[in-house]
């Protein structure tokens, strides 16, 4: 039951932070660029962070047979990468003018099915350890703000009112709590330890094809060098958490 309530208790607190949207109401557009690529580059690092001092690391626990551990990694991967090619889901973490997609239903969708794999793997992470799942779904929340910036951004420039932006976009980010839940009933009927892995090859693919091509634009060295800073905040954090966890 403890584990329930942490997987639920995540899925809330995700979707709550879709509301951060909101924030773009109060920024200006100059003060929202400067801000969104930092942000990015920061929940890049922690992803790889996750990845790799948290999620692999247990899921090759214990003598476990790597082959499969890299097998659901692999699948992780390309999971994202189909439905990124089919789905044409795109994260928008620009200024509104400069987002590629104009489809702003395709958004919404697009990232509720991210958000509800999303839920799946994380959840999975809570049924190993609680601990882990705390600092999975940590990483996950630091790629969540800048997106939802950028979607609520999105949805304006598309023609959506304020409220309707929000509320929306707070319903796309439930669909995690509905895979968090998903997974919790499922693991009481078959053994959901793959989505440990899962989950990692997620936040590689994200990280690698998503957020560092995003900010890896010769912006200048200052910049550069700004968001490289970020980049490794978010890896030593996360190695921090590692380190404090033991």
Known sequence: METLLWIVGAGVAMALIALAGGLTLVLGEEALRRLLLPLVSFSAGSLLGGAFFHMLPTALADGANPLPVFA??????????????????????????????????????????????????????????????ITTWIAAALHEIP?????FGVL?????????????NFLSALTFLA?????????????????????????????????????????????????????????????ALRLAHG
């Open 179 to 239: 895979g968090g839940l998903v997974t919790y009933f499922a693991s009481l009927q078959v053994e959901v330890g793959f989505l440990v892995p899962l989950a990692a090859g997620n936040f590689l693919y994200i990280a690698a094809s998503d957020l560092v091509p995003e900010v890896n634009r010769h912006f200048g060295w200052r910049r550069n060098l700004a968001h490289f800073g970020a980049f490794a905040a978010g890896i030593v954090l996360l190695l």
């Open 147 to 151: 997106q939802e910036l950028g979607d």
């Open 156 to 168: 304006l420039h598309g023609g959506w009112s304020k409220r309707a932006a929000l509320t929306f």
């Open 72 to 133: 659901w990694l692999l699948a992780g991967f390309t999971l994202f990468f189909v439905l990124e090619q089919f789905l044409h889901w795109h994260h928008c973490h620009r200024a509104e003018a400069e987002c590629r997609q104009p489809l702003t239903y395709l958004i919404l969708i697009g990232d509720g099915l991210h958000n509800f794999l999303g839920g799946l793997a994380v959840a999975g992470t809570f049924l190993v350890d609680i601990r882990l799942g």
